[in-house]
């Protein structure tokens, strides 16, 4: 496009080249002639009645301009040619910016569209996925009679407490064995090597096994205050075992009070 523009740009002969030099003095003078007329009637009159002149006097110029037919820069067509073709140029290089720009905003927008159309195809794919799973909950819904969830559960959670008690007593079984209460099954070997000890074991002294159900109902019935008071019925060595093994824990404020300890 450049090169074909300075081919159009060549040289004017000379003949076009004086016409168009004559043209722009005579314009040129026209140009002076007018300008002198204006200092001068700026000279001449006061600034109130210049304003209205000056409004006056271009409101008779554009009409004189409306009724006035325009004529051509030149009569000689070679001036008027590259005129054009200087002008053509001009309009072709202003197009292709609006082309690039307008090639710019498609693309940008075709990448919009490829990322949106993506999102779309996606969010179709989750909504299937989702009427899928839907579809199969009911199906197994309406498989399942109304009350099979229930009873489920209820069997499940009558099967756990058969299984608990079955550990409760199995625990009972082997502490009754290995840790009875201590003023039980005394030999009498071990009473006669006691018969100096003034001190007697109380009667009213709980088993081990009574003492550790004490401390899971109350963790199981009040969450919130797990501990257990010690009083003359607990045996000072089942506490200090428990204590010991890390089964319980004391209290950090009462050393009179023992909770389980919690196991993870």
Same mark, same amino acid.
């Given at each position: 496009?450049?090169?074909?523009?300075?081919?159009?740009?060549?040289?004017?002969?000379?003949?076009?080249?004086?016409?168009?030099?004559?043209?722009?003095?005579?314009?040129?003078?026209?140009?002076?002639?007018?300008?002198?007329?204006?200092?001068?009637?700026?000279?001449?009159?006061?600034?109130?009645?210049?304003?209205?002149?000056?409004?006056?006097?271009?409101?008779? &110029?554009?009409?004189?301009?409306?009724?006035?037919?325009?004529?051509?820069?030149?009569?000689?067509?070679?001036?008027?040619?590259?005129?054009?073709?200087?002008?053509?140029?001009?309009?072709?290089?202003?197009?292709?910016?609006?082309?690039?720009?307008?090639?710019?905003?498609?693309?940008?927008?075709?990448?919009?569209? &490829?990322?949106?159309?993506?999102?779309?195809? &996606?969010?179709?794919?989750?909504?299937?996925?989702?009427?899928?799973?839907?579809?199969?909950?009911?199906?197994?819904?309406?498989?399942?009679?109304?009350?099979?969830?229930?009873?489920?559960?209820?069997?499940?959670?009558?099967?756990?407490?058969?299984?608990?008690?079955?550990?409760?007593?199995?625990?009972?079984?082997?502490?009754?064995?290995?840790?009875?209460?201590?003023?039980?099954?005394?030999?009498?070997?071990?009473?006669?090597?006691?018969?100096?000890?003034?001190?007697?074991?109380?009667?009213?002294?709980?088993?081990?096994?009574?003492?550790?159900?004490?401390?899971?109902?109350?963790?199981?019935?009040?969450?919130?205050?797990? #501990?257990?008071?010690?009083?003359?019925?607990?045996?000072?060595? #089942?506490?200090?075992?428990?204590?010991? #093994?890390?089964?319980?824990?004391?209290?950090?404020?009462?050393?009179?009070?023992?909770?389980?300890?919690?196991?993870?």
């Amino acid at each position: 496009m450049m090169a074909e523009g300075g081919q159009a740009a060549a040289e004017l002969s000379e003949a076009a080249q004086g016409e168009l030099m004559d043209q722009c003095e005579d314009q040129f003078a026209q140009l002076e002639k007018l300008q002198n007329e204006i200092i001068l009637f700026d000279f001449c009159e006061n600034p109130q009645d210049q304003a209205v002149n000056r409004l006056m006097a271009t409101e008779a &110029e554009l009409k004189q301009w409306l009724t006035v037919e325009p004529k051509l820069l030149a009569s000689n067509s070679e001036v008027l040619l590259k005129a054009g073709k200087e002008e053509m140029l001009k309009l072709c290089s202003e197009l292709e910016m609006v082309v690039s720009c307008h090639k710019a905003k498609r693309d940008k927008l075709r990448e919009t569209k &490829e990322l949106e159309q993506k999102w779309l195809n &996606e969010k179709k794919q989750a909504l299937i996925a989702a009427n899928d799973h839907v579809d199969r909950l009911q199906m197994e819904k309406g498989k399942l009679p109304g009350h099979s969830v229930l009873h489920d559960t209820k069997a499940k959670i009558q099967k756990m407490k058969v299984y608990q008690e079955r550990l409760m007593e199995c625990l009972g079984d082997i502490l009754e064995k290995h840790v009875p209460c201590p003023h039980q099954n005394e030999p009498s070997t071990n009473k006669k090597k006691k018969k100096n000890i003034t001190q007697e074991l109380n009667e009213d002294l709980i088993s081990l096994n009574e003492i550790l159900e004490l401390l899971m109902n109350k963790v199981l019935n009040t969450p919130h205050d797990p #501990y257990v008071t010690i009083d003359n019925t607990f045996w000072p060595p #089942y506490i200090e075992m428990l204590l010991r #093994y890390g089964i319980a824990v004391r209290h950090h404020e009462n050393n009179f009070k023992i909770r389980l300890e919690t196991f993870c």
